[in-house]
């Protein structure tokens, strides 16, 4: 079995300054690691994904994550933020032992991030 | 990538009465999936719905509840039965294209019973 905590349920941050969503996972196996992003009223679109390779990946809208291993954490940063940055986060992980194609993707709960002008 | 839509986007139904989810995919995919997202808590899966067979429910989610049907590549619809106000929530439909490990997900269906 798999989860996600996600330790921050809302960050506020004023715009153009940095920001860190936090994000730490528990899996007897090996996995891959996504972000999700939900503008309000709508569906989640994926923000970025880790598969294997290299530990820092980035995504759309200049985010990037760092997946570190030893501490079970793949981390989301932006290092300026904007309005539009604004939406409800969602860290998820997958079982890579047992894909078989498709995944069971496990979701935390989700950080929403205000943007504040 | 795949684009999807949900009908209706919203909608507020009575304890007791159903009420049928549609989703659309604009390409063919053998593997839709039903979650559930209630307020402060994380996407629960209901269901895996693969094309020609019974959709496959997660623990805590049952046929008679929640039934689902897949007559196509590009079809599903989820049923919420006899519903309840604690069946409030926002029920999403997701695909994923095979061996990509990305999920689409529709705008969502936002669900309240009185």
């Known amino acids: 079995a798999q989860s996600v905590t996600q330790l921050d349920s809302q960050v506020p941050v004023f715009e153009e300054a940095p920001v860190e969503l936090r994000c730490n996972y528990s899996s007897s196996v090996s996995v891959y690691l996504f972000w999700y992003v939900q503008y309000p009223n709508q569906g989640l679109q994926l923000l970025l994904k880790y598969l294997s390779g290299s530990t820092l990946v980035k995504g759309i809208n200049g985010f990037e994550a760092e997946f570190n291993k030893s501490q079970t954490s793949f981390h989301l940063r932006k290092p300026s933020v904007h309005i539009s940055d604004t939406a409800e986060y969602f860290c998820?992980?997958?079982?890579?032992?047992?894909?078989?194609?498709?995944?069971?993707?496990?979701f935390g709960i989700g950080t929403k991030l205000q943007v504040i002008p | 990538s795949a684009v999807i839509s949900q009908k209706p986007s919203r909608d507020i139904c009575q304890r007791g009465t159903s009420l049928t989810i549609q989703c659309q995919v604009d390409s063919q995919v053998t593997m839709m999936f039903w979650y559930r997202q209630q307020p402060g808590q994380s996407l629960t899966l209901i269901a895996t719905a693969n094309q020609g067979s019974e959709a496959t429910y997660e623990s805590g989610f049952v046929i008679d509840k929640f039934p689902i049907s897949r007559p196509n590549l590009t079809f599903s619809t989820l049923t919420v039965s006899n519903m309840s106000p604690e069946d409030s929530s926002i029920y999403l439909c997701?695909?994923?294209?095979?061996?990509?490990?990305?999920?689409?997900f529709g705008p969502g269906t936002r669900l309240t019973v009185t």
């Open positions: 998820a992980v997958s079982d890579r032992e047992n894909s078989g194609g498709y995944q069971k993707v496990t």
């Open positions: 997701s695909v994923e294209v095979w061996g990509i490990y990305e999920q689409y």
